[in-house]
T-cell receptor, first 117, second 117 residues
């Protein structure tokens, strides 16, 4: 299957600082990528849909000014958590959609563990 | 409303015995169905997918799932569990935009599989 990478795999930052997470599709081009958040022992929650060359589409309740998404190329999307606070600590997972055998399939990155002190 | 239900939050089996993880979805026109596995602190790995071709779908690591429209089910099975199968499993459905859905992935709550020696 297609490979999606994330960087960094974990990050610790101080409250009030900003953190950028990168998501890359390694062996395919992705016009659409997704950002999810996962709390401990819970399922994934879709935060936003990232479209190459256009503005991201945010889910209800997700602050677009706090979670900045940029999809500048067909292989890279970035999520920037601005003015991070301890409640932003979570596991962030990106996903890229690829068309395979006439069906859209999403492949997921390994996730980024964010801890805000 | 479109939804997916994983009937068991936890399943525990002995190594070498069969695995059954249950999943039901709300009825809709031509859903795409997926099973993903997540090991601790890792991203999601695609096990298999159903896309209206064969109703019995074979995936990686010996897993398979059968799409039963009459029962609106897509249960995941494996004949013989291995210790390395211990993980969280997510049943995921995507309803097409043509069915009134939103072409987004809808996640089940997850089933934690424990495998004992």
């Amino acid at each position: 299957g297609a490979v999606v990478s994330q960087h960094p795999s974990w990050v610790i930052c101080k409250s009030g600082t900003s953190v950028k997470i990168e998501c890359r599709s390694l062996d395919f081009q992705a016009t659409t990528m997704f950002w999810y958040r996962q709390f401990p022992k819970q399922s994934l929650m879709l935060m936003a849909t990232s479209n190459e060359g256009s503005k991201a589409t945010y889910e209800q309740g997700v602050e677009k000014d706090k979670f900045l998404i940029n999809h500048a190329s067909l292989t890279l999307s970035t999520l920037t958590v601005t003015s991070a606070h301890p409640e932003d600590s979570s596991f962030y997972i990106c996903s890229a959609r690829v068309r395979e055998s006439g069906t859209d399939t999403q492949y997921f990155g390994p996730g980024t563990r964010l801890t805000v002190l | 409303a479109q939804s997916v239900t994983q009937l068991d939050s936890h399943v525990s089996v002995s190594e070498g015995t069969p695995v059954l993880l249950r999943c039901n979805y709300s009825s809709s026109y031509s859903p795409s169905l997926f099973w993903y596995v997540q090991h601790p602190n890792k991203g999601l790995q695609l096990l298999l997918k159903y896309t209206s071709a064969a109703t019995l779908v074979k995936g990686i690591n010996g897993f398979e799932a059968e799409f039963k429209k009459s029962e609106t089910s897509f249960h995941l099975t494996k004949p013989s569990a291995h210790m390395s199968d211990a993980a969280e499993y997510f049943c995921v459905v995507r309803y097409s935009m043509f069915s009134g859905g939103y072409n987004k992935l809808i996640f089940g709550a997850g089933t934690r599989l424990a495998v004992h020696p």
